[in-house]
């Protein structure tokens, strides 16, 4: 059944319509599902080293041994599983997040809904720069030219036309929008015909994916550590198997020592972290209402210089109301509070800027024209709803003024109605010197005031064609439009914050000087009226472009092009840039800078696509809070991976140094298996859950290719993980001296070492120099603390349990001077902290 143009379908028939076709949707990416996540985990070489030594307990008759042993990975295995299921899921919400959404008619209104749930039957409303959601018949096609390279690999743009009698088994691509091609210039309307996999995209079989999940530069650098790690680790794990063999002539237990070195060794967290830190990262601004496309995104952030931000929507409200009126040399202001109705002076100016706009207005200068008309023209000669449109010349940016022609039913000329940049108005006016500099002097009382000025004129064509540019026609200059877009009331904070972070705020934007200097003032961006227009950029070299950088934050009248000159003049400056855009032309800019940074509200799909992040609330506030979680992301990353050092050297120190000394092994595989239950979640949950440092915006930003794997990183892990090897082999030899007990040696240096890892992450939670007994609660790290000890008390006082951990209970004035010496390990990861914090 044809649908109803104007009202297009109901909630209802839409819903049964996707419950009857399905989403629209193409045949997803591969993606790992519940069983692939668990084969990958289950063959991680940790859990192999798990099975062989398992094996090697049954070699030596230990059944007990070798099924606490299964056990123990069964728990591991179900932790590391929750982890990555965690961080798949965030990606996953992430990918639907980021589907296009698509502006259509139902129930009679315009409305956004996510390109999965459109019907066939919808009516879609298109514009430049929108991502064609599904295959679609044209009814309404207004200089509407879509690039079809996706399906045909033409490059140009293929203008289109409309036809309502045709019907949906058309087959003239001219009527046709095909599903994945671009709007590049125009409006349209169409209805669909086709989705999901029936359409043009799917018939070819073509897969869209979103979210980019590449290797980003830490996750390589923390691979190439793996490695190298891995293969040290072989080898001692081989040289101690050897060395326990020919000292004691039991190569079996030197076989089961060598695979507990190579469990000790094997960095396997890393990955694991790594993946989880910048899922959680991405997922935790997603909340914030900050959409993140690209993973490296996430660690660049806290490494961004450079903010280059657009001005409306972004600093501002992209709320616009008309606020003057002049014509003639007569000002009138407008304001709510005042009636509807306005001199008969002023009429003309309201009715042809009303006729220079569209009527379904989705920008919102137009909006607050249309608005402005309907509150003070209601009733009167100049409202023209019966007026036809025949043209329409759309903005460019060779001309930046827009014109609409008409045919009124009682006149046989034609009626063109203009508006645009007061500059080009004039230009298209022809006007006199006079005239001009009269224009020229309100239009920068207006911008003074930080107004946006529009300049309005009319036309009347009596020839049958239409010409082929808008300088054709005889234009009148009509007057100027004040319209006001206020400072969002959280600009002025941000500004300040990046200001105290080391990151420069950059404003670029169409608008003309005067409005952009007032709403920079008004966002405290800039005290003096320094700033560059896009012709000055023109006629400087990249030389002196470079040179006028470091004095200029505010650019004003620039065009699309001129922004990815300005971004990459700024990366040659060594800057890390951060750059916002919404339009069709801004993409390449958005994809040239560091991190491209797309709006979701009033953002066009190309730009989206070219973007790392999305502002789905389109505000400047939002762009600060990514950062401020950029540079969380990676500070706890290094926090997790000191940690990592840290706990890992005492573990490898009591694998080799009984050998060394001819002891018994202090470590067996279940006792490794125990301290992973510890290291895992503190890496992954503990560290990725804390908070930024107090003073973390008030530093400056991170030097590009900083290391997480730095000296810092390595020499505080080193001094705090040797440290505790010391304590932990003290509180051994003074526990078998003591007790001339092995097994009382052994428990007690593992209470020491699992207690003292619980202080160790305690210390590292933060790195400031007061202890991180004043941090905000951490819930996580509550968790891990109260099921270790719990834990521990039971392998301790429990026979049986004990047994299996090759354990005999300590005497109490043993279990005494074991807290002391955890004491000792508390204090002496404070003492290494403020050592380092004090170089």
Not at 761 to 768: D, H, L, P
Request: some cysteine.
């Amino acid at each position: 059944m044809e649908p109803d143009l104007a009202r297009g379908l109901t909630a209802v028939e839409a819903r049964q319509r996707l419950e009857r076709d399905g989403p629209n949707e193409l045949p997803a990416a591969t993606r790992r599902g519940p069983w692939g996540i668990l084969r990958d985990v289950v063959l991680e070489p940790m859990f192999l080293l798990l099975v062989a030594c398992g094996a090697i307990y049954l070699v030596l008759g230990d059944r007990h041994e070798a099924l606490m042993l299964l056990g123990f990975v069964l728990v591991v295995i179900v932790i590391t599983y929750v982890q990555k299921r965690r961080s798949e899921k965030s990606i996953e919400a992430l990918r639907d997040l980021s589907s296009p959404r698509a502006l259509v008619v139902r129930d009679g209104q315009p409305v956004r809904v996510a390109g999965r749930e459109l019907v066939v039957g919808d009516i879609v409303l298109l514009a430049e720069g929108d991502r064609v959601p599904a295959d679609l018949r044209l009814v309404e096609a207004a200089n509407l030219s879509i690039d079809e390279s996706l399906l045909t690999g033409e490059s140009a743009p293929v203008v289109k036309q409309h036809d309502r009698s045709a019907d949906d088994a058309s087959d003239d691509p001219r009527v046709l929008a095909f599903s994945g091609t671009l709007v590049t210039q125009g409006t349209g309307r169409g209805v669909i015909r086709a989705t999901g996999d029936r359409s043009a995209l799917g018939r070819i079989g073509a897969s869209l994916q979103a979210i980019s999940i590449e290797r980003t530069p830490v996750q390589q650098e923390t691979q190439r550590i793996v490695t190298v790690v891995a293969a040290l680790g072989l080898t001692l794990a081989t040289g101690l198997a050897l060395a326990w063999g020919l000292t004691h002539g039991d190569w079996v237990h030197g076989l089961l020592a060598g695979l507990t070195l190579a469990m000790a060794i094997l960095p396997e967290e890393l990955p694991v972290v790594l993946t989880i830190f910048l899922g959680l990262g991405a997922w935790r601004l997603a909340r914030e209402r900050v959409l993140t496309r690209s993973m490296p995104a996430v660690e660049l952030l806290g490494a961004t210089t450079v903010l280059c931000v657009d001005k409306t929507g972004t600093l501002t409200m992209n709320r616009m109301a008309v606020r003057q009126l002049w014509v003639d040399g007569a000002m009138r202001s407008l304001d709510a509070a005042h009636a509807p109705g306005v001199p008969e002076a002023f009429h003309s100016l309201l009715e042809y800027a009303a006729l220079a706009s569209h009527r379904r207005a989705f920008d919102p200068m137009e909006s607050a024209i249309a608005e402005a008309s309907q509150r003070h023209l209601a009733g009167t000669e100049h409202v023209h709803a019966d007026w036809e449109l025949i043209d329409e010349y759309p903005l460019s940016r060779e001309m930046l003024a827009m014109s609409r022609v008409w045919q009124s039913p009682d006149r046989r000329d034609r009626l063109v109605a203009a508006k645009g940049a007061p500059e080009a108005i004039v230009d298209l006016c022809h006007l006199d010197p006079a005239s001009h500099g009269l224009i020229v002097d309100e239009v920068e009382r207006m911008a003074d005031e930080g107004l946006r000025v529009l300049a309005v004129a009319r036309a009347v064509f009596r020839a049958a064609e239409l010409p082929s540019g808008q300088h054709d026609f005889d234009f009148e200059f009509v007057g100027l439009l004040g319209l006001e877009d206020p400072v969002r009331p959280d600009v002025p904070e941000a500004i300040a914050e990046c200001r105290a972070a080391g990151i420069r705020v950059v404003m670029i934007t169409g608008d003309h000087p005067r409005t952009a200097l007032s709403i920079a003032r008004q966002a405290r961006l800039v005290a003096d009226g320094q700033y560059m227009t896009g012709a000055e950029i023109d006629t400087l070299s990249d030389a002196a472009l470079s040179a006028r950088l470091s004095d200029s934050c505010i650019f004003c009248r620039v065009r699309p092009e001129q922004k990815l000159r300005l971004v990459q003049a700024f990366q040659a400056r060594g800057e890390i840039v951060a750059m916002t855009g919404d339009g069709v032309n801004d993409a390449p800019a958005l994809k040239a800078a560091h991190i491209g940074v797309a709006m979701g509200a009033r953002g066009t799909d190309v730009a989206r696509e070219a973007a790392s992040l999305v502002l789905l609330n389109d505000d400047f506030a939002s762009l600060v809070t990514a950062v401020r979680y950029g540079r969380r992301v990676f500070a706890n990353l290094r926090k997790a991976f000191a940690f990592v050092v840290a706990v890992h050297l005492p573990i490898i120190g009591v694998s080799i140094v009984p050998v060394m000394l001819g002891w018994p092994m202090m470590l067996m595989p279940v006792h490794i298996l125990f301290l992973q239950l510890i290291i895992d979640p503190a890496c992954s949950f503990v560290f990725e859950a804390e908070p930024l440092e107090a003073d973390a915006m008030r530093s400056p930003p991170r030097p590009p290719h900083a290391r997480l794997f730095d000296a810092q990183v390595l020499l505080r892990g080193f001094m705090q993980g040797l440290g505790l090897l010391g304590i932990v082999l003290l509180a051994y030899s003074h526990a078998r001296s003591s007790s001339a007990s092995n097994e009382v040696g052994r428990a007690l240096a593992f209470a020491v070492l699992v207690a003292s890892s619980l202080a160790l992450i305690q210390v590292n939670r933060t790195w400031a120099r007061h202890s991180a007994t004043g941090r905000p609660w951490n819930a996580a790290f509550c968790w891990i603390g109260i099921a270790t000890g719990v834990l521990l008390a039971v392998v301790l006082l429990v026979p049986g349990v004990s047994a299996l951990f090759a354990f005999a209970r300590p005497a109490a004035h043993l279990l005494l001077a074991g807290a002391g010496l955890c004491l000792g390990a508390f204090a002496w990861f404070e003492v290494t902290k403020r050592i380092l914090d004090g170089r």
